[in-house]
């Protein structure tokens, strides 16, 4: 295992202050679900909270660095500086419903070569609260559980593969042409699975759990961690295109070499 990062531990031990806090307001929420009012306004402040403790945190320990938050929207960085891209809780919904699976996701972006805009995503964590599990990547050392070496799966036929995914939903996603897709690849494969959490699910893909993922419609906050992850893990990810951008297109396809190249083929031959 290579010694973690300053950046690494200045971002896990955020994200586990701000977890502490989701891991408390969680236990509450299933009292809620009985009130007149109901739990959504609650979630909304935990929501908030967590991006405010992560917020105060990071820019207390990278003073000048930029942030782009899913609550806050973007705050400018310092010229030359990086940014933080933040999902404050991910699976916001499973939240709600006092399902326990949502997490922290927090990723570092440096500045274009150029000088323009944003580059490369250079650090990633994703922290889920109710299990005390951190994955973390870093470009060119690899991704990790803890100090655990995460690889993603060596299968290599679709038969045989579990694959992940979203599914569109009220006001949310392209539901014509997720069915189109999931026409093309639920009978190629072992099985489908929605979990909630994209975060979640491509860490869960770096980590050789799921072999394969798709999505579209997605935010950077919910899959720049995410990306890194899974191509430090050895994986492919790319956008419904083939193309090495995709959280600026908003199309995750994902998977080990074999599988992302027969799932893109599938999705490619469903949306012609």
């Given amino acids: 295992m290579p010694a973690i990062s300053a950046i690494i531990r200045v971002m896990e031990s955020a994200a586990r202050k701000a977890g502490g806090r989701l891991r408390r307001d969680f236990g509450e929420v299933e009292h ?5 009012k109901g739990p959504a306004d609650f979630v909304s402040k935990a ?3 967590a991006e405010r403790v992560l917020y105060d945190e990071l820019s207390k320990a990278r003073p000048g660095w930029g942030f782009l938050l899913e609550e806050g929207g973007d705050i400018p960085a310092e010229p030359g500086k990086p940014r933080f891209i933040i999902d404050p809780l991910d699976g916001t919904s499973n939240f709600l419903h006092g399902i326990p699976h949502f997490a922290i996701s ?3 972006q440096e500045p274009a070569l150029d000088g323009k805009g944003w580059g490369e995503i250079s650090a990633a964590l994703i922290y889920q609260p109710v299990t005390d599990e951190s994955y ?5 050392r690899g991704a990790w559980l803890h100090d655990r070496r995460l690889r993603v799966s060596g299968r290599r036929n679709l038969s045989e ?3 992940a995914t979203g599914i569109p939903f009220l006001g949310h996603g392209d539901m014509a042409e997720w069915t189109r897709i999931f026409g093309a690849i639920a009978p190629e494969v072992a099985g489908i699975r929605r979990f909630g959490a994209a975060s979640l ?3 869960w893909l770096a980590a050789g759990k799921f072999d394969g993922f798709w999505e579209s419609g997605l935010k950077p906050w919910d899959v720049a961690a995410g990306i890194l992850l899974v191509r430090e893990a050895g994986g492919f990810v790319t956008d419904f295109r083939g193309g090495s951008q995709p959280m600026e297109r908003q199309q995750v396809i994902a998977g080990n070499d074999a599988l992302h190249s027969r799932l893109h083929k599938l999705l490619v031959g469903a949306l012609r």
């Fill in 32 to 36: 809620l679900q009985v009130s007149k």
């Fill in 161 to 163: 593969a579990l694959i």
């Fill in 106 to 108: 927090i990723a570092v």
């Fill in 47 to 49: 929501d908030q909270h």
């Fill in 201 to 203: 699910d491509l860490a």
């Fill in 136 to 140: 973390w990547a870093e470009k060119s």
